[in-house]
């Protein structure tokens, strides 16, 4: 039997020793867990969309969007909220249940939230559930933002606590936990992983599922990114992940975390439909689809839809459009025994006419 029991005392050791099964004890175990909470043939559809790009004060290493960087990228103000609602209405026509928002801030400014509050506010009216990664937030923005309706709160950890400092220096690892205590606290649900491929070691990718894991309550979506190389960044350089690596984080994260969605994330433009099917199968059970993930390259819709079909996938049908199909049936329902009662009244009424 593989245990299903959601723990929060993971032990380093522990996890390392997961990372070292061989691949097809791993996987097994990790998809056992995946169908005993999941249905293992549906993936929920995520659209990502930067509402404010480049010139962020921090020093990510991996990040085209830091104004440390010469990328080439044009930086853009803050959208237009129509403009964000057109992106959104596509998305959802697209098959998106989930759309999320991306400013590349260190933290969202006073005079931006009631701006935010009334974006969140107006996708949240379309149906589609609603998320956020803007920095940094203290304990009133992230109550501000729940009270507008935000669904998520994304902040990522990236990597080991061990690591992190070789990574980024502008903000510790603890003003990272700060904020997803406050996005907790504030009754918002929690988007948080990493990324891999950054010239960690296999101990690090544990250490980063070991925060994750043992927070008070598991993120409800783990994204887990693969490196995009960027050239002008200083990891533009960086040595290649073996692909087998990431599948075993993709399977380790879905044994320890049973209960929360994993997210394939940001890499997937370069990953093969056989490595992508893999990390399915291994318990990956979310991505976002687009063009575009922020900045970076992502495979467009349609050849998501395709990968999908020929792996007999599906996607999750999120509670809106739950609502929606059970208001369709509901009405068809309503209709067709209008239509039976007016056939059974037409034959009475003819039958006494004879």
């Known amino acids: 039997m593989v245990d299903t029991q959601v723990r929060h005392d993971w032990q380093r050791q ?3 020793a997961l990372f070292a099964l061989p691949m097809n004890d791993l996987l097994f175990q990790a998809h056992t867990i995946h169908r005993q909470h999941f249905n293992p043939n549906e993936v929920q559809v995520s659209r ?3 509402i404010k790009t480049g010139a962020c004060p921090e020093d990510c290493k991996y990040c085209p969007q830091s104004a440390r960087y010469d990328t080439g990228l044009e930086k853009e103000r803050l959208l237009e909220i129509e403009k964000v609602l057109t992106e959104a209405r596509s ?4 098959g998106a249940t989930r759309f999320c928002m991306g400013a ?3 933290n969202p400014k006073a005079r931006d939230m009631p701006y935010l509050t009334d974006m969140v506010k107006e996708v949240k009216a379309l149906g589609m559930e609603t998320c956020m990664t803007l920095g940094m937030l203290d304990q009133q923005q992230a109550n501000e933002l729940a009270a507008a309706g935000l669904d998520y709160y994304n902040h990522n950890l990236d990597t080991s606590p061990e690591f992190y400092g070789d990574i ?3 903000r510790t690892y603890a003003d990272r936990l700060n904020t997803l205590d406050h996005v907790r606290a504030a009754g918002m649900k929690v988007c948080s992983g990493g990324i891999v491929g950054m010239g960690e070691t296999a101990t690090d990718r544990a250490g980063l599922l070991q925060q994750l894991a043992n927070m008070p309550k598991h993120p409800d979506s783990v994204p887990i990114n693969m490196l995009v190389k960027v050239a002008g960044t200083p990891l533009a350089e ?3 992940l073996d692909p087998l690596e990431f599948v075993r984080t993709i399977a380790v994260a879905r044994i320890i975390m049973p209960l929360s969605r994993v997210r394939l994330s940001a890499g997937r433009e370069n990953m093969t439909d056989e490595l992508q099917a893999m990390c399915f199968f291994a318990g990956a059970n979310s991505i976002f689809y687009g063009c575009k993930l922020l900045t970076t390259a992502n495979p467009k819709e349609n050849t998501d839809m395709a990968l999908f079909q020929r792996l007999g996938l599906n996607p ?4 809106a459009a739950v609502l929606e199909q059970e208001g369709d049936a509901l009405k068809q329902a309503v209709q067709h025994q209008q239509a039976k009662q007016a056939k059974a009244a037409g034959a009475f009424y003819d039958a006494g006419a004879l």
Do not use: N
């Open 14 to 16: 522990e996890i390392e």
């Open 48 to 50: 990502l969309l930067s």
């Open 168 to 170: 980024i220096t502008t």
């Open 91 to 94: 998305a959802k026509a697209a």
């Open 104 to 106: 590349a801030w260190r």
């Open 238 to 240: 960086q040595e290649d």
């Open 316 to 319: 999750e049908q999120g509670q």
